[in-house]
């Protein structure tokens, strides 16, 4: 099964037509199970929740093969921490679907990092998809002191700025 998910803060319609039109194609032959959220569109070829409660998004995610998704931190992190190939399309500001771009950062990072691919146009969507049958995601290694010396880092630099000579 592919678990579709598009967080819960926004909608995001423009994914969940998307995959719903591949889905009427033969191009997926496993089950698509979505978390659509606050959408007036309604899925008519894969079986669809609005929303899902914690036990059972993390559920959806253990027993899934690979993730569709928007590119937030969250649907990220989860299926790097449960090893899920992950298909990620970013959510643009130009739609009204978050409130900047920094989405599309996020998904050039990780993908450039081998971690998931990503797609910035849903008519790229069906190619991608052939793409996260054989895809075997990078594993995160999490850097600890590399963040920690970062903020050390930056707060260093911006004290002395504030410090007056």
Known sequence: MIFLTIGTLFEFERLVQAV????ETELIQEDIFAQIGPTSYKPRNME????LNKIDFEE???????MISHAGMGSISMALDHQKPL?????LKKYGEHVNDHQLDSAQKFE???HILAVYDTDELANKVRQLKTF???PRIPNRQ???DCISEYISSISKKLVPK
């Open 60 to 66: 959806k995610i253990r027993v899934c093969t690979a």
């Open 20 to 23: 719903d039109k591949i889905a």
């Open 112 to 114: 450039q990092l081998g």
């Open 87 to 91: 298909l990620v399309l970013p959510r």
């Open 136 to 138: 075997v995601p990078k």
């Open 146 to 148: 590399g963040v920690v």
């Open 48 to 51: 669809y929740v609005d929303y």
